[in-house]
């Protein structure tokens, strides 16, 4: 089936909404019965919006980080499982992007151009710290082995090629671009989380898998330097959050609107009139205007980031998202919670599966500690110091 290809901001956000409404009509049913969305992910990725971040001068529509995180999450908001399994796949382009050779570059965004799907497998279980990384890069002649084992591998399930972090024999970090159907290697459909269901977020294994050194790209340089990656990674996951907000809020509305409840306990002869529920809403709506309000922003500061990266810019960017990424945690988890005290036992009932949003919104919002978010932002403010490096500030 032929991939679109999209060429501007416009084009983005407008198909970004076509694919949302298409997304939304079962996506309660996959999260109940856990049916892993082959085919959606086929019509979503075949739309051109994986492609969305591939620069212009690639074929590409390069479109601005304000239009990724809006697209992002309005995909979230239609299937938050859905939103989340491209995060990775923008991650390592944007690795790509700014550690890849040209020839890397032109090869593999030609790949996503013509509809291909980047995993991920970061993570491992284990070890002393969530940095650390035993997962090996052993060189055999004119390429490369990979021994290891991966965890929480959102999206590997369902991509073409799996971005692998090692570590090569000089201990240093790298990103390996390694071919799905590759020998040795094995996606392990074990995840069992009782949110984000369907994200695919298991296991890969690697046992001496064979990958080509022109599909191996510098990872911890990245980190090294100033560049855009870490506040790249966080708007997405800022932008997930953002989406399962949204959705918990409007389908609180609609219950609200369309079910009966007991506002008679109140003295009131329906939700409209009921202080406390208008109340609820009120501080809602606030606070999710204002989570939305900030992704823009902290997608503007990301801009200038990508634009020109010096430590100002590229700190400024990361306690931007990180403002981002902190109100968007409160708002999701706070969203699907007034869901439940709204619309009482009816929100866990099978047939309405509203707990879904609370559900996603707690297990996608331990990603990364946003307490952490809180220390480097007022570090930031009160005592001038840029924040650490990585792909969770």
């Known amino acids: 089936m032929t991939t679109s290809v999209i060429t501007s901001d416009t084009q983005a956000l407008a198909i970004a909404e076509q694919v949302a409404q298409q997304l939304r009509r079962d996506s309660a049913l996959r999260d109940r019965e856990r049916r892993l969305p082959h085919a959606e992910l086929d019509l979503f990725s075949q739309s051109g919006l994986w492609a969305i971040s591939v620069p212009k001068a690639f074929g590409g529509a390069g479109v601005s980080n ?12 239609a299937d938050a499982s859905l939103g989340q399994i491209p995060q990775n796949h923008f991650y390592a382009l944007e690795v790509l992007r700014v550690n890849g050779s040209p020839h890397q570059q032109q090869r593999l965004y030609a790949e996503i151009l013509a509809g291909q799907r980047l995993g991920n497998a970061l993570a491992e ?12 890069l052993s060189r055999e002649g004119d390429g490369y082995r990979i021994n290891g084992r991966k965890f929480y591998a959102t ?4 991509a073409q090629r799996i971005p692998t972090s090692v570590i090569d024999e000089h201990g240093v970090q790298q ?22 269901r369907t994200t695919g977020s298991g296991s890969v294994v690697f046992d001496n898998v064979r990958v080509s050194a022109e599909d191996v790209v510098p990872f911890q340089s990245a980190f090294e330097r100033p560049t855009p990656v870490g506040p790249l990674a966080q708007i997405l996951h800022a932008a997930i959050d953002t989406g399962i907000a949204r959705a918990a809020y409007e389908d609180a509305l609609h219950f609200v609107r369309t079910r009966s409840r007991p506002w008679v306990d109140s ?34 500061f990301l801009d200038r ?19 981002a990424r902190a109100i968007s945690t409160e708002i999701a988890l706070a969203a699907g919670t007034t869901l439940f005290e709204l619309a009482g036992s009816q ?32 570090n930031y403010y009160l005592n001038d110091e840029n924040p650490p490096r990585r792909g969770t500030i």
Do not use: C, M
């Open 347 to 378: 929100a866990t009932l099978a047939e309405h599966n509203l707990d879904r949003h609370w559900r996603n919104a707690r297990v996608h919002t331990l990603h990364d500690p946003v307490r952490w978010k809180y220390h480097a932002i007022g």
């Open 305 to 323: 980031a990508q634009a020109d990266s010096n430590a100002d810019t590229v700190a400024a960017a990361s306690i931007a998202v990180a403002q």
């Open 125 to 136: 279980l284990g070890t002393k710290t969530a940095h650390d990384r035993t997962t090996r």
């Open 267 to 300: 003295g009131q002869d329906k939700a409209s009139e009921d202080p406390l529920t208008l109340k609820s809403f009120g501080q809602l709506a606030i606070r999710l205007h204002a989570t939305e309000a900030l992704l823009e922003r902290a997608g503007e």
């Open 175 to 196: 990103l390996a671009f390694v071919p799905a159907d590759s020998r040795g290697l094995q996606v392990i459909d074990d995840w069992s989380g009782f949110g984000q």
């Open 66 to 77: 304000v239009t990724l995180a809006r697209v992002i999450a309005r995909i979230a908001q």
């Open 155 to 158: 999206g590997a399930l369902y």
